[in-house]
């Protein structure tokens, strides 16, 4: 097999700058591990440290797949908005086909979760300060036809599932929990 | 002392040929193209300044350095957008590589920080995997770059130390590890309970998984232990080079059915790409001369097709010898 110059130069990368590629190797370990230990002071004090390097490198990670527990709540977000004639419109997050749209509508799902949930829940990953610009965009979004938005309510639906071996039924009705209204006023969207 | 730098070397180091690279760096980038077009029907809503989640200004105190951090114009989000869809096109086929997977880099991050709620863990493995592909040699092998320099040795793979391949191997068994370990101190994953609250999501589902399965605790309970079992299998076993084949093919099987029954995104697509970087090297070139073999025959056997257009029974005998 015929190997070029530059091909034998860099099969001796052992030779070339080693310390420096293994430093560079320790420090990316030592990131890994700090962003993957398990909770307690131990944890925020290493991560604070870490932290700018570990967002720099887009290796901040925490591996929480379905975990600790899944939730087992079913979450749905709506947005009721009242116009200034009197109707009322509902605005869902769009969903697409399972196939191919589901990669589209993975990200509504992941930003409904924290659009929905507290951010003192049984899930933790509630971010409240999605509330009002979801509410902005969704007037904005609605004012285009029809009557001008005067507010917007978002609206947290679920229901939750009985674990398995206990139902039927499997799933608790749902109900619709109005958690944050925005009152427009002046401009039109 | 010697010994455990010898080792450390030997893992990182020791040269070997480019074929895994070049294939993880290949399906990578097709998964990378796919993850940006993905984004393009709500390009407005999430990363817009007038979309869903307010803008984040940039803070390098905690690492923020985003493209979009900086200005997220729509004329700066739709360039962003091309930027991305032409680096991914170009480390496909490997162009200008390096450059290429600094592209790449930048396009993920710059995404994912403007729009942080959007995003889960496929993602972010996507986003690790970017980070390590910088520092590879990635287009020393299957590549526009390759042939470029190297026209007539196109097919070779020069060996080169495989320590960034390597950083994204130990990625994928810190996943499963660490997964694990956060699912044990999970009530439903202790009982049994998970995959049966997993799979009963509605919100979640991508194609329903039969009732028999979600209502049953039998199931359920068996379901639960082998995903814990297979997650720390692959985790661990994956360094073992006997074991390697069936805890990935293990592994493989548990994301397929994660991707059938559920909305997680590329999350399984990014996990199955990774596991290529356990491809060793021999495997890696015994199936790119595969395929180039199959393309070989293809090639001869169009290049006999008859001026009506159909095959010739010697043809189809051609076809199925070997080549």
């Known amino acids: ?189 | 002392m010697r010994k455990l730098s010898s080792a450390w070397s030997g893992f990182w180091f020791s040269p070997e040929p480019t074929s895994t690279l070049a294939i993880f760096r290949i399906v990578f980038a097709a998964l990378t193209f796919f993850w940006t077009l993905s984004l393009l029907p709500d390009l407005w809503a999430f990363f817009a300044p007038d979309g869903v989640e307010p803008p984040h200004p940039i803070d390098l105190a905690h690492g923020d350095w985003g493209v979009l951090n900086l200005v997220d114009t729509r004329a700066v989000v739709l360039a962003l957008f091309i930027v991305l869809l032409v680096g991914s096109l170009a480390l496909l086929v490997g162009f200008r590589t390096r450059l290429a997977s600094i592209v790449v880099f930048v396009g993920i991050v710059s995404f994912m920080q403007r729009t942080p709620s959007i995003f889960n863990a496929g993602d972010v493995l996507i986003r690790a995997c970017a980070f390590f592909l910088m520092f590879a040699p990635a287009g020393d092998a299957l590549s526009l770059d390759r042939l470029r320099r190297n026209r007539d040795s196109f097919w070779e793979f020069p060996s080169r130390a495989p320590w960034a391949l390597r950083l994204i191997q130990v990625q994928v068994s810190v996943l499963y590890v660490a997964s694990v370990w956060e699912k044990l101190h999970g009530a439903a994953w202790r009982n049994g309970t998970a995959v049966s609250l997993s799979l009963g999501l509605q919100d979640f589902q991508r194609f329903a998984a039969p009732g028999f399965i979600v209502h049953s605790l039998v199931i359920s309970t068996v379901l639960t232990y082998l995903t814990l079992a297979v997650e720390l299998m692959v985790g661990l076993l994956v360094w073992n080079r006997a074991a390697r084949p069936l805890v990935l093919a293990l592994g493989a099987s548990m994301h397929l059915s994660i991707d059938a029954g559920l909305r997680v995104g590329f999350f399984s697509e990014a996990v199955l790409t990774a596991y290529l970087a356990f491809l060793s090297p021999a495997a890696a070139t015994a199936c790119v001369t595969a395929l180039r073999r199959q393309r070989s025959r293809f090639a001869r056997a169009r290049w006999r097709l008859s001026p009506a257009g159909e095959h010739t029974a010697v043809d189809v005998e051609a076809c199925s010898g070997d080549v």
């Open chain 1, 1 to 189: 097999m015929r190997r070029s110059i530059s091909d034998a130069v860099h099969a001796r990368v052992g030779n070339v700058r080693p310390l420096v590629i293994t430093a560079f190797i320790v420090v990316v370990l030592a990131s890994i591990a700090v962003s993957n230990m398990p909770d307690g002071r131990a944890y925020s004090a290493a991560y604070s440290v870490a932290e700018p390097l570990l967002v720099a490198t887009g290796l901040d990670q925490r591996w929480r797949i379905f975990a600790p527990n899944p939730r087992s709540e079913i979450l749905y977000l709506e947005a009721r908005v009242v116009r200034a004639d009197g109707s009322v419109s509902t605005w869902r997050p769009p969903t697409s086909n399972p196939l191919i749209g589901s990669y589209r509508d993975s990200h509504w799902r992941k930003f409904v979760e924290h659009a929905v949930l507290q951010p003192d829940g049984r899930f933790g990953y509630g971010w409240p300060y999605l509330w009002r610009t979801i509410a902005l965009y969704v007037a904005r979004l609605e004012g285009q036809h029809g009557s001008r938005p005067v507010s917007v309510t978002l609206i947290r639906r679920t229901a939750t599932e009985i674990p398995p071996g206990k139902g039927p039924p499997y799933l608790t009705p749902f109900h619709s929990t109005p958690y944050y209204t925005l009152a427009l006023t002046g401009a039109r969207g």
